[in-house]
């Protein structure tokens, strides 16, 4: 993986903070609403990797269904690696920290950790299609929840529950923790 890299601040009237920044945790916890606001806050791209693997293969219930999920984490793991060389916020797919090579990458990068408790998440996933959440909804999810959970605080230099905290709040907290880090 490249060094990360400072976006140009001064130029963009922006906070300078190293590049990529990266967003992890379960569905529902908010990655592409943050990661979009913060991108625009820091003046960087944003790239979620679930729309950039839609965009090129499909949707990814479609790919689920033909393919099986092995397939779809093969997919996922390439999109992923592109997109942690970009100089972006990049915000990850749910069950991408499951790849030990997508771990091994987030080592030296700043990843943030984001998560939501059950009680919030659910008008979130309301009407979902997720693949995932077809058989068992809620409780399905707290399940993967609990069993990503370890990944996720592997990963995250800062955790951040997004239950109860405006997504401008949270862009400040990650701002301030990422323009300390070098």
Do not use: C, N
Not at 89 to 103: E, F, N, Q, Y
């Amino acid at each position: 993986m490249p060094e990360p890299h400072r976006t140009d601040a001064a130029a963009r009237g922006t906070r300078a903070v190293p590049l990529p920044i990266v967003l992890v945790g379960p569905m529902g916890s908010g990655k592409s609403r943050v990661g979009a606001r913060l991108a625009a806050s820091v003046g960087a791209p944003f790239v979620d990797t679930d729309q950039r693997i839609v965009e090129r293969y499909g949707p990814i219930e479609e790919i689920f269904a033909r393919e099986g999920e092995a397939a779809f984490r093969a997919i996922e793991r390439q999109v992923v690696a592109e997109a942690l060389r970009e100089p972006a916020v990049v915000s990850l797919g749910g069950g991408a920290v499951l790849d030990a090579g997508t771990r091994a990458d987030l080592a030296r990068l700043a990843v943030v950790g984001l998560d939501v408790r059950p009680e919030a998440v659910a008008p979130r996933l309301a009407g979902s299609t997720r693949p995932l959440l077809a058989d068992g909804g809620l409780d399905r999810w707290i399940r993967i929840r609990a069993e990503r959970r370890p990944l996720y605080d592997e990963v995250a230099g800062l955790s951040i529950d997004t239950s109860r905290r405006s997504v401008a709040r949270i862009v400040e907290e990650i701002t301030e923790w990422a323009g300390g880090r070098e």
